[in-house]
């Protein structure tokens, strides 16, 4: 909260200084004693449409979490158990990105610890924590608070010193494999799951609840890739939704009330914002929008958002989130990829089938159909293209891309 009553009037300018570099204001009177130091001003010295930035970070968590009642209440009654010293049960929250998967965990593992001393939570990031090895020093360092000078070692040799030092402590542990779909590949969310039951099995008084969000992705249900550990994971799923146009309206006007000033972005601007965050169907562009437009609107001297920030910033969102994402492609798969440009771009009107663009892939190179299988899932789960399902029987689906065929070929070759 900003305490200066001014700021809660309209778009804030700094006091601490009083000068601003801002062509709008270009009427301040500069006293003549001093010399003034412009490089103090790019930064510290401008008007700000931003009442609080914290808000527009990605791991803000905010007081209410709106719509997710229902999700809140299962994940909470899921670990319950762990109020009274006993094990959770595990869960998996499955549902689309930017849907509140994560803020949900965040926020049951806050109330969670703060309530109880014999309970420890952790959340790892599975994009970056990627192997089994690293999941394992990750608990091990939020246990011990050092990390474990080890390096290829046995996983035991990790495991067993955690599940002792529960023990001692009589802690339940509660582990959150967030976007735990990043562990899909060589059976690595298999593993640590059997990992984390056989801590249970070798130190039978070991308490611990996994909690997995994952990214649904029809294709890939969890227990395909859980196949040897799901008789001993059996998590409760707890199903996330995409949010209605009304609800992600609601939610972006709570955090324009909370992060921006009022007046800042006008209603027509607000409905652009909602409808391209219900086309790209992820919360986060929405909260990303909001704070680049406001940017460009400040860095233009505007205290009102237009329409066109919203443009600029959505571009350029695109471009970052196309650029990141391409180059975490693996060379199949950005050869898949640019296959799929290529054909779409040749014959647009064409429908694509995964079995047409299957046989057209292998003529240009052997492969077999489960890699290709894995490299077009991994497409759509980095949502370079959609599948549908246009037949109710059969398998095949149809592929299209997400963006214009012409400019992701040339973004796949240069
Ligand atoms: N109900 C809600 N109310 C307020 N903010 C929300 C809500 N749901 C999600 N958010 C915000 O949307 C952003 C994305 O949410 P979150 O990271 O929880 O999504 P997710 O489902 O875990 O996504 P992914 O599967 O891609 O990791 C966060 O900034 C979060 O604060």
């Known amino acids: 909260m ?36 412009m490089s103090h001003h790019y930064l510290m010295n401008h008007q700000t449409l931003i009442r609080d930035a914290e808000v527009f970070e990605f791991n803000y968590t905010p007081d209410t979490i709106k719509y997710r009642d229902q999700e809140l209440r299962q994940l909470a009654a899921a670990l319950s158990p762990a109020l009274q010293g006993g094990s959770p049960i595990n869960a ?32 790892i990031n599975c994009e970056s924590v990627n192997t089994p090895f690293r999941v394992f020093t990750a608990i091990f360092r939020r246990l011990f608070g050092y990390q474990p000078c080890l390096s290829g070692i046995a996983i035991q040799r990790l495991t067993d010193p955690i599940a ?53 992705y029809t294709l890939c249900p969890a227990m395909v890739h859980v196949r040897s550990a799901y008789s001993v994971w059996q998590p409760m799923e707890i199903p996330f939704s995409h949010y209605q146009r009304r609800e992600v309206r609601t939610i972006l006007q709570d955090r324009i009330r909370m992060g921006l000033y009022p007046g800042v972005v006008p209603s027509i601007v607000l409905g652009r914002i909602v409808a391209l965050t219900v086309k790209e169907g992820d919360l986060r562009l929405g909260i ?39 180059r975490a492609l693996k060379p199949n798969e950005e050869r898949l990829l640019s296959h799929i440009a290529m054909m779409k771009r040749e014959c647009p009107a064409v429908p694509l089938t995964t079995g047409a663009l299957y046989h057209s892939f292998k003529a240009s190179r052997k492969v077999p159909y489960s890699s290709f299988y894995f490299w077009l899932r991994r497409l759509y789960e980095l949502r370079f293209i959609d599948l549908h399902q246009r037949t109710v029987r059969g398998n095949s689906r149809e592929v299209e891309l997400r963006i214009e065929p012409k400019a992701m070929y040339e973004m796949c070759i240069s």
């Open 92 to 123: 998996n929250l499955r549902g689309p990105p930017g849907t509140g998967k994560t803020t949900c965990v965040r926020r049951i593992f806050k109330e969670l610890e703060e309530t109880m001393t014999g309970v420890m939570t952790v959340i």
């Open 2 to 37: 900003n305490p200066n009553p001014d700021s809660l009037s309209g778009p804030g300018i700094r006091k601490d200084f009083s000068f601003h570099f801002h062509p709008a204001r270009s009427t301040n009177i500069i006293p003549s004693s001093k010399p003034l130091n």
């Open 288 to 326: 990303d929008l909001l704070k680049h437009a406001a940017i460009i609107a400040e860095t233009d001297a505007r205290t009102v958002v237009t329409e066109g920030d919203v443009t600029k910033a959505y571009d350029l969102a695109c471009d970052i989130r196309q650029t990141n994402l391409l």
């Open 164 to 216: 002792e030092e529960l023990m001692k402590r009589k802690m339940v542990l509660i582990v959150c494999l967030d976007d735990a779909h990043y562990l899909t590949h060589n059976d690595q969310l298999d593993r640590i799951i059997r990992s984390l039951a056989r801590m249970y099995e070798n130190y039978p008084g070991v308490k611990i609840g996994i909690v997995t969000t994952i990214c649904d």
